[in-house]
């Protein structure tokens, strides 16, 4: 529980349903006042439910942050929400479930879960503009086999409507949270304050094109990502990030024509079952969180890795970023794009 409008609105549902609920508030990263944090003890106490804290900062610290920064240190852009509830977050509420003798856990996603011959698939939410199961490609088979989603069959606004109807009007109003919780706005200023040396990493080089022509300088090579147009060098024409080489400190620059591809490869590949990915161009691979749907293919390899043929080319394929798997609205799988 948050304190947000979803995961107190979940625990409404859940109550409605006739589920004995136990409240349970992270705390990942905080700085000034925690209120999320009172806001979740006050609604748990109107809900007349168990509350508990578990203060997750040191290994919120150092399983996310320490991989948010690294990331971009190898010249990669690194996605932590993934990260956070691919290793973390689940991990972590499924262990307490354990020690609370709770046979379920939830949480405030906007997805839906159906079983299939045994197994468990993630849907895409209803509500298109919230639907949020992109994120949770890594969930394993047993996890999901605990898990209940209240708020998937829901539009945001009905859920708004919901905390209103039983009395919770303020929280009904509250802003969504947007970005990562330790770095919601410009990446720079965060990594820069979280290298002991960050003038050993982050220093003048050069912008080069692909045939290694020198262009003009960067400021570092952390500070640039694949795909990016803004704040390069002006050149008459449109450029774009194509690359980032840590070992030279050099940012390759192209045109848009040439930063698509038609192949790429992932790894720490999770995927449902292995044998629904075929020959066939009939899985939808998406490396965006919104507006991007590409037919393609998987193809599993050795180590949990898998190359994606698309059938159309694809733009500004980042590594660093996910990959996720879908065929008629489920989530297959997915990986971290090399």
């Known amino acids: 529980m948050s304190g947000g409008t979803d995961s107190s609105v979940a625990a409404i549902l859940l109550m409605e349903q006739g589920y004995e609920v136990l409240g349970i508030t992270f705390r990942f990263w905080e700085e000034g006042v925690n209120s999320h944090l009172q806001d979740a003890r006050n609604l748990a106490r109107q809900l007349g439910i168990e509350h508990y804290v578990y203060d997750a900062c040191d290994i919120f610290r150092e399983t996310v942050v320490r991989y948010f920064t690294e990331e971009y240190l190898a010249g990669r852009t690194p996605f932590p929400c993934v990260k956070c509830n691919n290793e973390l977050k689940w991990k ?6 354990d020690r609370l003798g709770c046979e379920k856990v939830a949480m405030g996603h906007y997805v839906r879960m159906e079983k299939d011959n045994g197994l468990f698939f993630l849907r895409e939410g209803v509500d298109p503009d919230k639907d949020q199961s992109f994120f949770l490609w890594g969930l394993t088979h047993s996890q999901l086999s605990r898990i209940v989603f209240p708020l998937g069959k829901y539009f945001k606004t009905e859920i708004r409507r919901i905390a209103a109807k039983n009395g919770f009007k303020q929280m009904s109003e509250k802003k969504d949270s947007l970005g990562a919780c330790f770095c919601s706005g ?7 304050s979280q290298l ?16 290694g022509q020198i262009l003009g300088t960067h400021q570092g090579y952390p500070l640039y990502t694949v795909g990016q147009r803004r704040g390069l060098i002006h050149l008459n024409r449109r450029t774009f990030v194509k690359e ?3 070992e030279t400190n050099e940012v390759v620059l192209t ?6 591809k038609t192949v790429f490869m992932v790894y720490n590949v999770n995927v449902v079952d292995s044998k629904l990915f075929g020959p066939d161009f009939n899985t939808i691979i998406r490396i965006r969180y919104r ?15 898998a190359r994606i043929e698309l059938a159309a080319p694809l733009e500004s394929v980042a590594p660093g970023q996910t990959a996720v798997f879908y065929r008629d609205g489920r989530v297959l799988g997915g990986g971290f794009i090399v």
């Not at 410009?186 to 820069?192: A, C, G, H, S, V």
């Not at 507006?291 to 890795?305: A, D, F, I, S």
């Open 186 to 192: 410009d990446y720079r200023p965060f990594l820069k």
């Open 255 to 260: 045109s848009l024509q040439n930063m698509y």
């Open 92 to 97: 972590l509420i499924l262990e307490e479930a």
């Open 244 to 246: 980032i080489r840590p």
């Open 196 to 211: 002991a040396e960050p003038q050993k990493y982050i220093y003048p080089g050069n912008f080069i094109d692909e045939q």
């Open 291 to 305: 507006k991007q749907n590409t037919p393609g293919r998987v193809v599993l390899l050795e180590n949990n890795t």
